[in-house]
Structure formats: C-alpha cells, structure tokens
C-alpha cells in the first residue's frame, strides 16, 4: 500500500445527492447484470460503485494538508470514467464477506479489483458465478437453440414444442376445433370447505369477481350527426375489447362511450357506414365527418359465479349485473371472502378462519383448487400471421425483395381483439380440463424419471406460517402437476447439455423462472401480469393463484423464455457495462469491461481460514437482523438447482441450504438479537484480521427504528474499528423529503470505518476518558462539520435536514468510537453506546434545531428531559406510527417509558403511547425521591439484589414540583432540597410556560416561589 496516502475521497465526504438521484431508477430496474436471477433485497449498484472509486481515489492535499477538492466531487468526477487501466484501482484486493447477489463483486471487478467474494448461501454463489463468468454470446444462444431442440425423454417432439403444447387453448374468435391459440395465465381458485358441521360445502375463495380491469384508448370520430334524425354520437373506428366472443360483450346502457364523454352515445364501425344509435338508420361517411380523437373505454372482464362464464362490461360497473348467459344477478365486487384469511358461506351464512377450514382437512390435503378462466393469445386475431409478398423493389442481383405484411385477410376478420394485440380472457371449458388433466396423467406415469425436490419444507420463520399451516409439506406442493411436468422435464433437458458453464447459464434462467411459475403467484391489477412469490419476502399462500407458462409465448411475464434472454442481456452488458445517468447507455465497447480476478466462496465469513491475503478494501451489505430469511426463502431455488449442481460442488451436497451459521435474528431457530451481534462481531474480526492497516471497511446498513443499528455499531466497535463517518442513502427524491410529512424516512447508511489500535486492558485502564470531555470535542466537531457542509462539502445541492442530521451523528460517533471502551462518566462507569448514541443525538438536535431552541441553561440536561421538553411537553398523545418523528428519533419508545414519561396508551390496543402528566407522576415520582427507609431497603435487597436505586432525570425535579404546586401541597420545603438545580429550574418553568399553557399556573406559582426562595431561608 502506498503510505504516502493518507486520505481516500471517501473519507472527506460522499456526493449523497447525486448518487441517490441515480440509485432511485436504478432500484425501479436494476442493471442486465443485476437482472440475471432474483436475490432478496437487493442494492443500487451506483451506490457500491462510488464507494469503491471513493475508497481507492486518493483526495489530492495541497502543502498544509488541507484537500484541494472535496472527496463528493472526486467520486463524481471518477464516477463515468473508464479505469481499465488506473492504477489506483487495478488488482486492489476487495473482500465483501455478506455478498448475497454481488453487487460490490461486481462492481468491483469493472474497476480492475482483485475480488474475494463469500456468502454462507450455495444459491448466492451460484448467482455471483454465473454474473461474472466469461462465455461466449454466441455459444450461449446456440445452447438455447440445443435445448430448445432437444427431444423429451417422454415424448416424440422437442422441449420447446412439448412444454408450449401444454399451454394451448382454442381461440373463442377464429379456433373453432382447434386449440392453437397460446394459453398466457390461468386463473385458479382454492375453496374452503364450510366449517360449519351441518354445511360442509366447497366455498370457492373470491374476493371479487372482477377478472381484469382496463380502460383501452381507441380512436372516435366525435359528435357525428345523423343526417335521419339530427341527433349526435360517437363514431368508433377502433375496436376495444378484452374477450373474444362479441356476444359476451355487455354495454352498460349509461356512461359507456368512454372517460370525458359521459352520456354520448357511440356506434362502431370501420366500414364507410355505421348504424346511428338512437335511430337505428344507416349513417354514410361523408366529408363532413369530424377528425377522429382519442378516447379512453372503461372494460371490466367478470366471471359468472353461477355458471363460470368469463364476460365484459363495458361503462362504469354498476352494483349489481346480470350474467349474459345465466341470466343470473349478482355483486361483482362482492366475493367470498368478508375481509383478509375469513371465509363466508353463500350456502349456510357460517363465517371462519381460512385456515379453521385447512385445519379441519388431513395433514396431507391442501385446499380444493380449480382453474376458472384463461387469459390466452391468439396471433392470427392479433394479425401477427405474415404473408410475405413480392415487393416491387427491385434488388442489385436482379431479385425482388420480399416483403413481409401483417395478415391481409385480418380486414374481414369478425373479432373485436386485434387493438388488444390478440389476447383476450374466456372460460374454462371441458377441452381446457381435458388438456391439464392429460398433463397430470403424464406428470403421475413420468415423475419417476425426471428430476424434482422431493425434500421435506423445514419448520422455519418463514415456513411455518406461510407455508406448513397451510399444509404445504413437501417443496414441490407449490407447485401444480403440469408445472412439475414442464419444470423437471426443463430441468432434464438442461442436465443434458455438455458444456458445464453454458449449462450453468441455462439453469440459472430455470432457477430465475421458478419465481413466477409455481402456485403461490397472483395475477396483478392494474397492470394484469403476473406477479411472482418473491414479489414479499415471504410465502404468502394464495387463495387465487395464476398460472403462467412456463416456455412461454409471445405474452406474458415469468417465462423461462424471457428469462433467458435476461442471461443473454446480463451477459452482453459485461461486454459493454454502463451506469445509470450516462448519455448514451451503450458507452465506449471497452469501459470497465468485467475481467475475472480473485475467487468466489461459499463458506461462513465467521471463519475466512486464508490470511495469505492482504485485503485492500472490506466493502459489504450485512444481513439486516430478521428482515430477509435469506437460507429459508432460496431454499425454493436451491432444492431444484441443486439436483444438477451436486453432482459437481459440494456445497450442493446437502439436501437443504445452510442454516446453523446464519448471521441472523430467528426465533423458530434460537437466534436471538445477541447471536446477530455476536455473528456480526466474528465477522467483522475476521475483517480486521484480512484488512490492511490503512485500508477502509466500507459497508451499507438499513436505518431504521429499533435495536439493530445499534447493535450493528456495537459490533464495529467490538471488532477494533473505529467508525469514520456515516452518509445516508434513501430511495426518496431530494425533494419529496424536504416536503415529507408525517411518514418516516427510510435510510441506507453507508458506514465508513479504520482500523483501530489494539488497546491491552492494561492500556485501556490507563487511557481512561471523560465523557463530559469527549461531549465537548463531539460539539465543536459538528459545528465544524456543519460550516463544511455549508460551504458545499457534498455538492452544490442543498442536503436535507434528515440527511444532515445523519452526517453529524457519523461525525460524533468517530469520536466515542476512536476511544470505545475507555470512555468513562463522572462516576467512572464506563459510558455505553446506547447511552452515548441518545446523548449524541440530542446534541445534534440541539445544534440544528432552529424552532425554539432550549435555553442555554439547559445544554447538558440528559436525553429523555430534552425530548419531553423539546418534543412532548404540549402532547397528550403520540400514534405509535409518528412516534419517532415527535421524538425526532432521539430516542427509542422504551427509554421514555422506562423514565416514567410516556406509557403505552389504553386507547386503540396499544397504537398510541400517552404522555403523562405531572400529577399522573406524582406517586411515582415522591417514591424516587423520598425512598424507603434504609432497613426497608436491605429487606428487599435481600429478596431481589438486582433492584438499584432508579436513575433521576432532570424532568423529574420540574414535574415533581408541578405536581405539588398543581395538588396545592407545599412546594417550598422541595425548592430547599433542590436549591442547586436552582438555575435550570427556573429555565425549564419559563421554557414551560412558553410551550404549554395548560400548565401556567402551577408553573407560575413555582416561579413566584423560587424568586422569593431566599425570603425563607430565614425561617
Ligand atoms: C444483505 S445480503 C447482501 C446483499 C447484497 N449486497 C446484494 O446487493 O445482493 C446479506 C448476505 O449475507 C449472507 N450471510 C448471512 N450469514 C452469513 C455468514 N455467516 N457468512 C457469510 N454470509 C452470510 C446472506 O446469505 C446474504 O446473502
Ligand atoms: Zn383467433
Ligand atoms: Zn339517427
Ligand atoms: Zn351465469
Ligand atoms: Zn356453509
Ligand atoms: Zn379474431
């Protein structure tokens, strides 16, 4: 390492604006690369990309040592630079020891980076692996080709024929007898069955029975008159409709013309000749016609719940319909399902739990299932079929060229969905059942032969509620037999490849597609797609699942199709990477292209083993306590991938993911908050051990209410680190959090750490610090940081208030942390970190605050007494959801309860908390000081040696007093007892008064009392 260095860019401060003005796209839709295979919660990459180029850069320092420029404007000046060939960055060693989807390795690697990479889960190495491994494009697209061509072991045609056969309907417009039109979704239902003993009737599970919503622009002429009976209408020349068979198609008799056109009337007609809606005579084309416009037409798709036709609305659906078939009237927005897991009846009226119901069905039944509409693909309706005719260009060899023309026989073609690109919803009909049920046959006969996870689901956080309650025991349960038919012949036909990195690269868009092709996905509206089982980072059960197809069409979202051609992008953005924000996205062909340096390991970061390598940088993305159950949710991956994968690495040996060493809070596993931070603690050591002396530990941690920050912080300190400066990042725009109301704000934190000495116990004896002493260099630091980062520290644009906050914290914590351990209070008790962070963080608001700020006198009182006066004083009532924002965040809930406070509210079961007044304290507070008699206390001392004496805060001398001035008793005795706090006290009362009316009186009989104090002293 370079020791002339003595500071990185990153160091001096982090372009926090820029980076989350990119990283808000970018989290919308991550980069190629980032899209090869679904990783939980995964990270903007800009955000790991300027702080690796932040950590590398050095930050140029003129004579006295003092930065020529800022270390945000260096990033961004690096940021879109190539640095193929910097030396600043080429074969630096980065280790992230957290690498979940990669996000740092990658990144990485495009700056030249030597790169260690371990994650304890064989299914994010495997994702990593196939992210930065080298093929060849055209080698992959001709491995596609293979399988797609490889013939079933079950069956005379290809992979990709039989898989789409399975998926195929007849088109309601045009197949009459043939099923040649592409199944897209299928719509399922589960049925509760009634719980009530003398019923026992099969409830199917709607909520609703609106199958689709959507409003289709079409083209009008608008206010044609007609020339019979002079009245005007619509005169539609393009056709709206979301199903095929026009006789399904209802018109609500009022406020169907469309959005803005209210009570028109409308007639469609692409002819030169079209029927006037009120006379019913025919209407001719004449120049007088107005030009056409566009509007927009409200369609509903409703299913019959009498007779299971699937049919269309069109206007504003009304109450109550009558089916076009059945004739039959009912509710449409009325299903099954009175509000979230309940069932009710039709039949017997009984209302229960769902799952009351599963509980009453055998430890192996789930839920009755039925399928109840399609949503399907028909391309000679969509006009897709082309006919290729001569052209009349004439080509240099003499040849005509041909032309290719969109289905010219389309024009006489009865069905209203070609602007719907010919897809349209329908019934399921007996040819539909037969076909699945062929497939379930098939499935039943093959299974034997084809791979699939036959492994139990584990009891877990995430396992048992989602999924083992509702008696899904088995992995392969979320998923249909035609599914599993489809999915393990993929799956074999993928084994069959020769080449093991091409190979690895199909399977990895298998893996990717079981996201969406499995029962626990729902059909979305608005949007009407699919939505996949990871769309929450849990296994919700659904009562209405949507099965998509698992080749997949033309149309829509899931399909292994698709997903490969995620690889195929990944794979070409390695060839040519860019950045979110870059003028053209394909840059230079050659800017930080991906070579492979270093190694990948999948192996717990508690205990690394190598120390031949020196690392430069530690820059990662720690598991966040309980958020994400990484081991529990890809166990849904890894069961499947790893019937190809353990036949070549071991560490797919076992039949379920690694669980034992999980850095993680989970308490169906004994993991409590202590074993994270213990986890965290390990791995952090193991760091310091690998890391350089100089060298930085960079990583990103969420920000959010709650212990885990706090234990994150503690577990830096633990490991010798000492922390340099905090930047936050959020996926809100600048602006909207200047105009943010009551909603709080979430945070990434990107913590920048250094090695710290070790001190010996001996050393840390002697090296003794006050905190008092340490509080006052914390204030003079932030008020220096403040005036950087007036004078554009960060950039030229401003920096929230939220953010600013967050910066001094960081600044603050470097010094508790630089001397964690030897840092004492006035009684020589070592200060702790949650003692420190609140009184940090109440000096930071003491520093920013501009809205009436607390007297001077009041500077050092403790944390809970200035977030009663300064934020609760005037409140009766906080909601627990705004809680941390009346606090501003200075402390948790707990420590205002613990000091006599708040109390949770009675109200709204414990949604609020109350703030409590003086005379409610009273009690408690004479007990604290007026404590019981000495022998008293040996007594219970006895029976419960733990108990201490309770901390006095300050707030508690001005309540007392309120109390007592309020009750009438006799406050001067208490002044007397008092007399040092003298000062203060009168501060707070004046402080009071100005903030409280309520409270005027008894503060000004207190007031009077301590001016006149003296008088009776000579009593
Ligand atoms: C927050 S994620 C990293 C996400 C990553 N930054 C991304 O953008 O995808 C944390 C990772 O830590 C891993 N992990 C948990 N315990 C571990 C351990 N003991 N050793 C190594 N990795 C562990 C989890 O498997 C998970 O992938
Ligand atoms: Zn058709
Ligand atoms: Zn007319
Ligand atoms: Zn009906
Ligand atoms: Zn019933
Ligand atoms: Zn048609």
Redesign the pocket.
Same mark, same amino acid.
């Given at each position: 390492m370079d020791t002339s260095i003595t500071k990185y860019a990153i160091e001096d401060s982090f372009p926090i604006v820029e980076i989350n003005r990119l990283a808000i796209p970018e989290r919308n839709a991550f980069k190629p690369i980032?899209q090869m295979h679904k990783?939980?919660?995964?990270?903007a990459?800009c955000v790991?990309r300027a702080i690796l180029l932040g950590c590398m850069k050095p930050l140029p320092l003129d004579d006295k040592g003092n930065p020529l420029k800022s270390g945000a404007e260096i990033i961004m000046e690096e940021f879109y630079k190539d640095h193929t060939n910097d030396p600043d960055t080429k074969g630096k060693v980065i280790l992230? #020891?957290?690498? =979940? =989807? =990669? /996000? /740092?390795v990658v990144e990485a690697l495009r700056l030249g980076c030597k790169v260690i990479g !371990?994650?304890?889960?064989p299914v994010?190495w495997f994702i990593v692996k196939t992210e930065v491994e080298p093929v060849d494009i055209d080698e992959l697209k001709a491995s596609f080709r293979r399988l797609s061509e490889r013939k079933v072991t079950w069956g005379e045609k290809s992979v990709k024929e039989t898989l789409l056969e399975q998926y195929k309907t007849e088109c309601p417009c045009c197949g009459a007898g043939r099923e040649e039109a592409d199944i897209i979704y299928t719509f399922w239902v589960k049925s509760a069955i009634c719980t009530n003993p003398l019923c026992k009737k099969e409830i199917p599970l709607f909520s609703d029975y609106i199958i689709a919503n959507k409003s289709p622009s079409i083209r009008y002429s608008p206010d044609v008159e007609c020339p019979e009976c002079g009245k005007s209408f619509d005169w539609e020349i393009e056709s709206a409709s979301l199903i095929a068979e026009p006789g399904l198609c209802v018109v609500s008799s009022t406020y169907s013309a469309g959005i803005g056109r209210t009570t028109a009337r409308w007639a469609f007609s692409t002819d030169n000749e079209v029927e006037c809606p009120w006379c019913h005579k025919q209407v001719k084309a004449k120049a007088k016609i107005p030009k056409p416009k566009r509007k927009k037409v409200p369609l509903t798709v409703l299913l019959c719940p009498h007779c299971y036709n699937v049919w269309q609305w069109r206007g504003d659906l009304p109450e109550e319909v009558n089916c076009p078939v059945c004739k039959k009237r009912y509710i449409p927005k009325t299903g099954n399902i009175p509000k979230s897991g309940w069932f009710l009846c039709p039949s017997c009226g009984h209302t229960d739990r769902i799952i009351n119901s599963i509980r009453s069905l055998p430890e192996d039944k789930l839920l009755p299932m039925r399928p109840y509409a399609i949503e399907g693909y028909c391309k000679v309706c969509a006009g897709d079929v082309y006919e290729d005719i001569d052209s009349q260009q004439i080509n240099l060899d003499g040849t005509h060229s041909k032309r290719r023309t969109k289905n010219p026989k389309l024009a006489d073609h009865p069905c209203l969905i070609t602007k719907n690109n010919g897809k349209f919803f329908k019934r399921v009909t007996p040819a539909d059942l037969a076909r699945y049920q062929r497939a379930c046959e098939i499935w039943q006969k093959e299974k034997g032969n084809l791979p699939y996870p036959k492994q139990k689901i584990p009891w877990g956080e995430k396992t048992k509620s989602g999924l083992i309650a509702h008696h899904y025991l088995y992995w392969h349960q979320m998923f249909n037999p035609r599914q599993l038919l489809c999915l393990s012949t993929l799956l074999k036909a993928i084994d069959e490849e020769q080449d093991q990195a091409l190979k690895e690269m199909l399977l990895c868009a298998f893996s990717n597609s079981l996201n969406d092709n499995n029962m626990f996905c729902r059909f979305a509206q608005p949007r009407n797609h699919l939505v996949g089982v990871f769309a929450r980072h849990d296994f919700q059960p659904k009562a209405d699942p949507l099965e998509g197809n698992v080749w997949g069409g033309k149309f829509g979202h899931g399909q292994f199709s698709n997903y490969w051609n995620s690889i195929i992008k990944g794979k070409q953005f390695i060839e040519k990477p860019y950045d979110t924000g870059q003028v053209s996205q394909i840059h230079g062909t050659s800017r930080d292209k991906i070579e492979c340096e270093g190694e990948l390991k999948c !192996? &717990? &970061? /508690?205990r690394i083993y190598s120390d031949d390598e020196k690392t430069n940088f530690v820059i /990662?993305? #720690? #598991?966040?306590a309980g958020n +994400?159950n990484? &081991?529990e949710l &890809?166990e849904f991956f890894y069961v499947w991938i790893r019937l190809i994968l353990a036949k070549t690495y071991k560490i797919f040996a076992p039949e379920l993911t690694p669980k034992s060493?999980? !850095? !993680?809070e989970n308490p169906t596993r004994g993991k409590t908050s202590k074993d994270f931070e213990n986890?965290l603690i390990q +791995?952090f050591k193991e760091c310091y051990r690998m890391l350089h002396m100089n060298g930085l530990f960079a990583f990103?941690f969420h920000h959010a209410e709650g212990a885990a920050w706090e234990a994150l912080l503690r577990a830096i300190c633990n490991a010798n680190f000492a922390i340099q400066s905090v930047f936050p990042i959020h996926s809100e725009s600048e602006n909207s959090l200047h105009l943010m109301g009551k909603k709080s704000i979430s945070y990434d934190l990107i913590h920048i750490c250094k090695k710290r000495q070790e001190m010996s116990n001996q050393q840390q004896v002697t090296n003794k610090r006050s905190w008092a002493g340490i509080r006052q260099e914390i204030r003079r630091k932030a008020r220096e940081e403040i005036k950087a980062i007036e004078a554009g520290r960060y950039g030229n644009d401003p920096l929230s208030p939220a953010d600013v906050n967050i910066i001094l914290i960081g600044k603050c914590l470097e010094l508790y942390s630089r001397y964690y351990g030897a840092i004492v209070d006035h009684e020589g008790n070592e200060v702790k970190l949650k003692d420190a962070l609140e009184e940090i963080r109440m000096m930071v608001d003491q520093l920013v605050t501009t809205e009436q700020p607390l007297p001077s006198e009041l500077a050092d009182i403790d944390p809970e007494s200035y977030v009663y006066l300064t934020c609760l004083c005037d409140r009766k009532e906080v909601k627990s959801d705004d809680v941390h924002k009346a606090t501003r965040g200075i402390l948790e809930p707990d420590s205002l309860i613990k000091a006599g406070i708040m109390i949770k509210g009675r109200a709204g079961r414990g949604r609020s908390y109350e703030v409590k007044q003086p005379l409610e304290r009273f009690h408690a507070l004479l007990e604290k000081f007026n404590p019981p008699k000495q022998e008293q206390q040996s007594l219970f001392g006895e029976l419960n040696p733990q108990k201490t004496k309770s901390k006095v805060y300050f707030i508690d001398y001005v309540h007392l007093l309120m109390a007592l001035a309020e009750g009438g008793e006799n406050v001067v005795p208490w002044l007397e007892r008092f007399r040092g706090e003298t000062p203060r006290l009168r501060a707070a009362c004046e402080y009071l008064m100005s903030r409280n009316k309520g409270f005027t009186s008894s503060l000004k009989k207190i007031l009077g009392l301590i001016d006149i104090g003296p008088l009776f002293n000579t009593r």
């Open positions: 980032y990783w939980f919660a995964r990270r990459s790991f992230d #020891p957290f690498m =979940g =989807g =990669g /996000t /740092t !371990i994650d304890l889960n994010a !192996i &717990s &970061s /508690t /990662t993305d #720690p #598991p966040y +994400v990484y &081991s &890809s060493e999980e !850095i !993680i986890g +791995v990103t």
